[in-house]
């Protein structure tokens, strides 16, 4: 596993964790030098690999003492090994306070029902709706969250690799999703607020702020303004013209929300017939349960213009039309 970790410069170091994804087979963790303590932004998932991968980044960082655990956003492959890294280095956990309460409720045994519900209210077959029970045993499996010791959200500050770097707010692909912006070098550690190779997902769960597609609209628009020169971003290569790939992932949606709206024009349908009428009937159980909350995301970013509505039968399906 040669090459877990790279410098980035300036006191930055990129680690490589793995995933054991089809399709994403890593994710990028950092860690900035600092005196009394380092501080490691997101801790990969929590599996035994993860762990190994840790142990090794940190004996080849020379064993620094660990300050703090900055978590970016609590989806798996960045809270999954935050309890056991915390355990290994005595870090303190700093998380946004929406993404603790996102993080509790994604392991409540109710959300797997609440999911369930979700699912079926937009139309789901039963094949779709099980999908579920089998991302929720990957969840209890590979994701052990640490309760955070510290919560920190816009505005806040933290000294690290000699320089204050500042907590922005960036919802849209996780609601309560926290970027660090150093302000003398100008260095982003974006999370996956802006990817490089994918537009981030965007989707609407049963616990979910309106409108995340406008979220993250509005993050793109924040991105842009910060004058930031790099983003380092949670998977994929870093990102030098934060301008032009905003441009490029608001272009990506735009073609999205025109395809739905096409969709629509063959008459009313709930977000799973949606996302059929545009991907066809390809896709398996749980590609296709997370297609519906990304259609999702989408419909009710179009309901929110004014372009298309949405109303609730008798049986609780949502149905949405032109
Ligand atoms: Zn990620």
Not at 33 to 47: C, F
Request: proline share 6%.
């Amino acid at each position: 596993m040669a090459g877990v970790i790279e410098s980035l410069g300036d006191g930055l170091h990129r680690i490589r964790l793995p995933l054991p994804w089809k399709g994403l087979d890593h994710a990028w963790s950092y860690a900035l030098e600092g005196e009394p303590g380092w501080t490691l932004v997101d801790a990969g998932l929590g599996t035994a690999e993860n762990l190994a991968a840790w142990r090794q980044a940190l004996a080849a960082l020379g064993d620094p003492p660990i300050a703090r655990l900055v978590i970016s956003h609590y989806h798996t492959d960045h809270i999954g090994g935050s309890r056991d890294l915390a355990a290994l280095t005595g870090a303190d956990v700093l998380m946004s306070p929406t993404d603790a309460t996102q993080a509790r409720h994604w392991h409540d045994p109710d959300a797997v029902a609440a999911s369930r519900r979700h699912q079926e209210q937009h139309g789901c077959p039963p094949e779709v709706v099980e999908a579920v029970f089998d991302a929720w045993a990957e969840l209890v499996t590979n994701v052990h969250p640490a309760a955070p010791t510290r919560l920190i959200d816009d505005g806040d500050v933290l000294v690290a690799a000699g320089e204050t770097w500042r907590v922005v707010s960036v919802p849209g692909h996780a609601d309560g999703q926290i970027a660090l912006f150093g302000t003398r070098s100008r260095r982003l550690l974006v999370a996956d607020a802006m990817l490089d190779r994918i537009a981030p997902f965007v989707g609407v769960h049963p616990v979910s702020r309106p409108d995340p597609l406008g979220d993250q609209f509005a993050t793109l628009d924040r991105l842009c303004r910060l004058g930031a020169e790099v983003a380092h971003a949670g998977h994929f290569e870093p990102i030098a013209d934060i301008g032009a790939r905003a441009a490029e992932i608001r272009a990506h949606h735009a073609e999205r929300l025109a395809a739905q709206r096409s969709a629509l024009a063959a008459g009313s349908a709930d977000a799973y017939t949606v996302s059929v009428r545009i991907t066809g009937d390809r896709l398996g159980p749980n590609a296709r349960r997370i297609a519906v909350v990304e259609t999702l995301a989408h419909l009710v970013h179009l309901e929110r213009r004014g372009e298309i509505s949405q109303r609730v039968e008798a049986g609780g399906r949502v149905v949405f039309s032109l």
